[in-house]
């Protein structure tokens, strides 16, 4: 049985608000039966000097990637993930995140893949947590494994492909969630974060740029619907009927704006492009736009 | 591996390499809450960042004619695996002489174990703070670089 929703009024006015909680909801909650909290950070230490009561540590690199192919786990590898942090298909999962939830949402979005029914996401993540000196602990939670069915990963509705996006030039709108540097091919990574080896700079021909923080609040919270509709809607004419893909380096900051589309705006069609910019700029004969 | 890394460094190499994962983990957290913090005269002064890793973290080498290499660095709370690599290496390598400092091998991490837990993504960036290190060695003891 999943938990019951969140009843925030910020919330009410997004169009899937079961998908959200607040930090509130989340202590009230973390006792009850059928939650499981996981943490899902950058800093793959962050949870280990301290994490809310009970959540368990998922790794975005580690426990969501297969070690050898660049893809992510298999149906079974995710039954395994699954099953020992003691989530069964039916267990409500809340994850939350540093860094303004970026691997949270990320996270939610391979959940997504594997059709785990209830799966949400702390607003504010690891910071609003914090911030509000709310208990954490060092404490690891003994974990009671559970079952977890084997269920096929289908990656059509919601992944993108590079194919997919050669095909989506001209027929559909792309977002392109990277800062405006990276947009313009000024820069061919974040703002002060590695050079990850990129050979070209610019973006998708015809993509807009509408950099994922536009989404967020300072304090890490998604602003609320009528400011998204306003960005997205207003400014870059999205309809919610529409075939959108987004994109970013590797695939985390977009899962943040697919997200936003698809839960809070209600955006039937989104697709994520995880090969994103790291692959789109080093591929042989793809187009690219510039600046 | 190429040259015998100096014997504190090895230390923690062959500590680590001891362990099991979850020891592993621990460990390095150990090292990032064992950095001291920078002292009072580097506070507030900009130091060289290491942008390749993924979490802020700033690195001072300093030396005097002949002395040891003194090693300073600076992280957040919030980015507690760049202060661990750099708690290894201010562990290994603080009080090194110049030279010994240039010859530690840049990919000296890899027989730790640790890519296994922190992914291999990350373990680049023990390379890029010793590569960062030794260029500021380099500048400012332009005699050992020889």
Sequence with gaps: ?291 | MGAALPPGLQAIVDEFAECDRTERLDLLLEYANGLPDLPERLAGQELERVHECQTPLFVQAEVDADGPVRLFFAAPDEAPTSKGFAGIIHAGLDGCTVDEVLATPSEFALGMGLAEVVSPLRMRSTGAILARIKRQLVERAPDAAS
Aim: aromatic share 10%.
């Design chain 1, 1 to 291: 049985m999943p938990l019951p929703a969140d009843h925030d009024p910020k919330f009410a006015a997004y169009a899937h608000p079961e998908r959200l909680v607040t930090t509130q909801w989340l202590e009230d909650h973390l006792a009850d039966d059928g939650l499981v909290v996981l943490e899902c950070n950058e800093d793959v230490l962050l949870y280990h000097t301290g994490h809310i009561p009970g959540a368990r540590k998922l790794d975005w690199h580690i426990d969501l990637n297969d070690e050898v192919t660049r893809d992510y786990i298999d149906a079974e590898g995710f039954a395994a993930m699954c099953a020992a942090r003691g989530i069964g298909r039916g267990t409500t999962v809340v994850i939350y995140g540093d860094n303004f939830n970026w691997w949270a949402a990320y996270a939610l979005w391979v959940f997504s893949l594997f059709g785990h029914p209830d799966v949400r996401l702390l607003d504010g993540g690891r910071a609003a947590w914090v911030a509000e000196g709310r208990d954490t602990t060092t404490d690891e939670p003994a974990v009671a494994p559970a079952d977890y069915p084997v269920v096929a990963r289908d990656d059509a509705a919601i992944r993108a492909f590079k194919e997919d996006v050669l095909a989506h030039i001209g027929q559909g709108p792309l977002v392109d969630v990277r800062s405006p540097g990276e947009f313009t091919g000024e820069l061919l990574h974040m703002p002060d974060y590695p050079q990850e080896g990129v050979q070209r700079g610019g973006h998708v021909p015809t993509a807009s740029s509408v950099p994922w923080k536009r989404a967020a609040n300072e304090d890490g919270t998604f602003k609320t619907a009528d400011e998204l509709r306003a960005i997205y809607e207003g400014e870059i004419g999205l309809a919610s009927g529409d075939d959108v893909v987004t994109y970013c380096r590797i695939g985390e900051r977009s899962s943040h704006t697919w997200f936003v589309l698809t839960h809070l705006l209600g955006f039937e069609h989104v697709r994520n492009y995880d090969g994103s910019w790291v692959e789109w700029g080093n591929a042989v004969r793809v187009p690219i736009e510039k600046p």
